[in-house]
């Protein structure tokens, strides 16, 4: 079994404002840092997750699927939304199920029809 880090929360540039860099210089550095494994887990977008899935596998590195999520925990009413009431959550696929979990919750953030100004969101019960 190898040991060592494995970068869990790399953003590609998908994440608007969160990273410039691009998915196919991704398993350059992790060969250069000896990594086995790194986790993609662009702000409120899988957009990248196939071309990322491809890239990985051909440096021998483990490509790991996930999201961060924007997380509204406003218990009042979830369509009142305030920037206080937003966290950011990291969820990563564990198998195929997990992966058609995180594109289910992409799909409920990017399809709702309100409340729109302060960007895609999950509700608790969503995440459930």
């Given at each position: 079994?190898?040991?060592?880090?494995?970068?869990?929360?790399?953003?590609?540039?998908?994440?608007?404002?969160?990273?410039?860099?691009?998915?196919?210089?991704?398993?350059?550095?992790?060969?250069?840092?000896?990594m086995f494994a790194c986790a993609l887990t662009d702000t409120n977008i899988m957009s990248g997750c196939a071309e990322f899935s491809d890239v990985m596998?051909?440096?021998?590195?483990?490509?790991?699927?996930?999201?961060?999520?924007?997380?509204?925990?406003?218990?009042?009413?979830?369509?009142?939304?305030?920037?206080?009431?937003?966290?950011?959550?990291?969820?990563?696929?564990?198998?195929?199920?997990?992966?058609?979990?995180?594109?289910?919750?992409?799909?409920?953030?990017?399809?709702?029809?309100?409340?729109?100004?302060?960007?895609?969101?999950?509700?608790?019960?969503?995440?459930?």
């Open positions: 079994m190898q040991t060592g880090f494995i970068h869990l929360r790399t953003h590609s540039r998908t994440s608007i404002g969160a990273s410039t860099l691009r998915i196919k210089q991704i398993p350059d550095l992790c060969a250069a840092n000896n596998p051909k440096k021998k590195i483990q490509p790991i699927i996930g999201v961060e999520i924007t997380l509204n925990h406003h218990t009042a009413d979830p369509k009142i939304l305030r920037t206080s009431a937003l966290s950011k959550l990291v969820l990563l696929a564990q198998n195929h199920q997990g992966y058609l979990n995180l594109c289910e919750l992409s799909r409920i953030m990017y399809m709702r029809q309100d409340n729109h100004h302060l960007g895609p969101y999950i509700t608790f019960e969503e995440l459930a």
